[in-house]
């Protein structure tokens, strides 16, 4: 039995425009993205807020991966949206448009069982409402944490206050170097260690992932795609597959992180085929466990 | 016994200034830098040229390492001089001065020891030079290619007739982007792989490497720092380790191979701690061996 993951973060529907086409309004943010791929692994409560006229139909699809949605607030108003477009060089994006709608104003009350959750995420959002989630959540087995750069910039040290609460820090290279004011990755990772989170995961995009902590450093390159359909998704997909994974063993030693991370990575690798979270919608835990076995044979020497 | 290798390219002195700070005339050039590298595993012989007042101190140093410099023909001239400028990323630099001197006309001529090498390397030079080594080397048991940008935009048809007899097409990145037209790495590798070399090896700075061949691929992180000192002849080094590598054990499968990436990401990691070569002129085989074990831990799951 898999221990149970809560994810706090906002839910959407993305506009996207990719150098290979476009669609409208696809189910995303960064809770739907990390709750979908933890699913494939753990029970999941998603934490968030939808606007009144979230479609029934994506309601039933979250429900069918096994999510809890008894945290998925709704209320008056309209469900965030956004309209990005991303360069050639898909390291790059703009957004075009941003509606946060009832994201605005969110306030999140966890219900009695997302209370007792063993592993916790605190996806992107203020971090003055990541620590009113934290509070709610006592005796946490595994604290994750990401951010972005608006908060990095606006709410820093709300933000470092929150680190010595957390296990595992994951954040983009870009992010890194901003929060630490160090371009180099290693001493940026030391700089967010000393700030008192037990770990911190680098995220480099199509470069891969590094994990730090006080002893030890793992460096993995990302599974080599032929194509990148659309990024939108990918670092959330990743903190869900590997969150998901610890979950479902209940081990966060190490070893086991590891693991996970390797899991993320296989997760994410599988987001990015298709536009927004299409992909995921037709996934199954045999193509995962295919591709987490090439990922094998790619990395072994 | 370890098989002997011969390695034909530049031999220089380098002004460097990098963040870091500045050194003035260090002994450099592609074909050095992977002959010391190389020199830790396997014999080399060096084809180069330097100029009549190449000091003989530099001379004892190469032959000290068991590096064999009947290649390294001494001509009337200068030998070659580069000075080059690092920017704050050091993934950027400017070209200040090149004197090519004595290189610029250099048509090397091979020894018979040269001439019977099972291990090849046709280090930067006009393609048309490399050809008429690799003409001169009948029967080598693998053969490496390195080029740069200059040559895929200048001598590009020379340069893609070789691939056929090529076995391992070592590259970076964007010099993999130019010469395929594709800037995804997966689909540009395929390319040039169709242009008739058996495996591909690019390089991605401080991402790591990735080879391809035609039924597998190959991943590996760089050896994280905390201080990148001078970037200069990190790719030379690169590849001299994993010639040296495959050299000392005979053995070019891809199982070994992969060993052979990882000695080279090794020496490279050691090579970027000081100005030009001086790290290795203090490095010894113990200490490559503990880095090579320290990059296993680094990296398995």
Redesign the interface.
Known sequence: MSDAIAVVGSVAFDTIETPAGRADHELGGAATHFAVAASFFAPVHLIGVAGDGFPSAERDYLGSRGIDLGGLETRAGRTMTWHGRYH??MNVRDTMALDLGVFADFRPTLSAAARRVPYLFLGVIDPAIQRDVLQQVAGAKLVGLDTMNYYIENAKTALQGLLSHVDLFVLNDEEARMLSGE?????AA?RILALGCRRVLVK?G???A?LFSAD???????Y?????FDPTGAGDTFAGGMMGYLASTGDTGE?NL??A??YGSVLASFVVEDFGGRRMRTLDRDTIERRYRQFV?????
């Open positions: 050639e060089d371009s180099n990755v290693v001493r030391r480099r199509e470069y891969g590094i030890s450093v793992f460096a993995v390159p990302a080599p795609l032929e194509q990148v070893a590891r693991r991370i390797v044979a790619l990395t072994e020497f």
